[in-house]
């Protein structure tokens, strides 16, 4: 959709029709290490407005050009007044509002600042063995305000996030897999190939589901023990009434794939 974000789409998940595609994102800025400028988030909102409306699409994967993933903010074009923030979507065009499909992050080389942010607003994140994370604002006088230092200590524990957010330290991706933070390590080179093996899994499944399940798991972190399920039925009470939650079963008896259509 534009030179600095690069839109493919990837097969299809087992058993789909008109669903289970994988899109893959590319940040396509690599001279610069995919530093995150106006171009950039304009780039991945505009894609992720189009392909959440899609239902032939069913998870995303986000990487990098050229080795890495994103080395944060463009710092040169925040100079110039080129603000990498697209107003409903936040920084990349990502951050405040990721898309209601499932988002893999294929992190090779450095996720640094916005890049670590970007991650962060994943639903999963598969790394290289060689990647290296951190928030190094306070280095730079900034703020991780693009959700790091909010994401941050929801995922890991406290004081970790802390020494992280306060140090502006560069982490291995080894350490935040024991962590939790990073899903799965790969071989040098391999993280789009272990981003896409999962997305596919993911895109195999039923749409609504998938959208209903993400949904949940990021809402009720915030709902008090006497409101998670009525809030939770909601949004999963249509699901069970849908066109695909009678082919699910069905194709059980049945003993064969699935074909959802997201109806």
Known sequence: ??????????????????????????????????????????????????????????????????????????????????FPVVEGRGFGGLTESPPKKPLVAAVEGYALAGGFELALACDVIVASS????????????????AGGIMRLPRRIPYHVAMEIALTGDHYPAARLYELGLVNRITEPGAALEGALELARKIAANAPLALAATKQVVIESQDWSLAEMFGKQGAIVNPVFGSKDAMEGAAAFAEKRAPQWKGE
């Open 1 to 82: 959709m534009s030179d600095e974000v690069l839109v493919e789409e990837s097969g299809e998940g087992s058993g789909a029709e008109g669903s289970g595609k994988v899109a893959i994102l590319t940040i396509n800025r690599p001279k610069s290490r995919n530093a995150v400028n106006g171009a950039v988030a304009r780039g991945i909102a505009d894609a992720l407005d189009t392909l959440d409306a899609r239902p032939d699409i069913s998870a995303y994967v986000l990487t990098g050009a050229g080795g890495t993933f994103s080395a944060g903010m463009d710092l040169k074009g925040f100079l110039s007044g080129d």
């Open 130 to 145: 060689e990647a290296k994370f951190g928030l190094p604002e306070p280095k730079r006088g900034l703020v991780a305000a």
